[in-house]
């Protein structure tokens, strides 16, 4: 996570989806939380009271940003997943709510808060970038537009709604008779319609009929326009 303290995250198991993992993360901040609303946790006798105040204070701070910083990444996972970190991500600001207004509080709670939200915000930038590497992966091989372009269309949203990035909404609607997974390459492009960034999204999983929505985003070209490039279903 950009501009905080860094603090190293639990490795995620391998085969184990890191956003199904964060379910965990999210169910544990919750308990965190339940204990100090009950008024169970407390300065053990080695703690001094403003020590123990602080590491709340800093780890509360620390674990809202974690949150802010996953909820903006997920927007880029496919809708289902995005619904599932939304939730983890509020459950991690409740937490750290609740631990920033809590007194007396404990070193040890705040610790373990700092280092799970720091685990969730890994997390969902891991399959973030799984998604991308394996959408672009994907793409390397397919020769012209893909073979879906006919189920994929991508819009362009007001920079209001995101300063300082260009978001495009991608939208897949799985017009066949199975199960299918999308690869897509959007090409964010300049008023000569020139090509100045790009940006790769994975749909995994859309069942026959259903549509699923991502979005992609440039930060280096705010003011471009986004285009479909490629759309590969598999």
Do not use: W
Not at 69 to 91: I, M, N
Not at 103 to 126: C, I, M, N, Q, T
Not at 160 to 180: I, Q, W, Y
């Amino acid at each position: 996570m950009r501009g905080a303290e860094q603090v190293r995250p639990s490795r995620v198991p391998s085969g184990q989806s890191p956003v199904v993992r964060s379910v965990s993360v999210s169910a544990a901040v919750v308990l965190v939380s339940a204990a100090i609303a009950a008024g169970t946790v407390a300065c053990t006798s080695a703690e001094r009271p403003g020590r123990a105040q602080a590491a709340a204070s800093s780890a509360a701070a620390y674990a809202s940003r974690a949150a802010a910083s996953a909820a903006a990444l997920a927007s880029e996972l496919p809708s289902p997943g995005q619904t599932k970190v939304f939730a983890d991500a509020s459950a991690l600001q409740s937490a750290a709510a609740s631990l920033a207004t809590s007194h007396p509080s404990s070193v040890a709670v705040a610790s373990s808060l700092k280092a799970r939200a720091s685990e969730f915000d890994a997390s969902v930038s891991a399959e973030v970038e799984k998604g991308r590497a394996s959408a672009q992966d994907r793409l390397k091989s397919v020769s012209g537009a893909g073979n879906a372009v006919g189920e994929v269309s991508v819009k362009g949203l007001p920079n209001s709604t995101s300063p300082g990035k260009r978001m495009a909404l991608v939208t897949v609607k799985n017009r066949t008779g199975r199960t299918a997974s999308y690869a897509v390459q959007i090409d964010f492009t300049d008023s000569s319609g020139k090509s100045v960034d790009t940006r790769f999204v994975s749909v995994p999983d859309v069942a026959p009929g259903k549509t699923i929505t991502a979005l992609a985003a440039s930060t280096s070209a705010p003011d471009s326009a986004p285009k479909l490039a490629k759309a590969e279903r598999y």
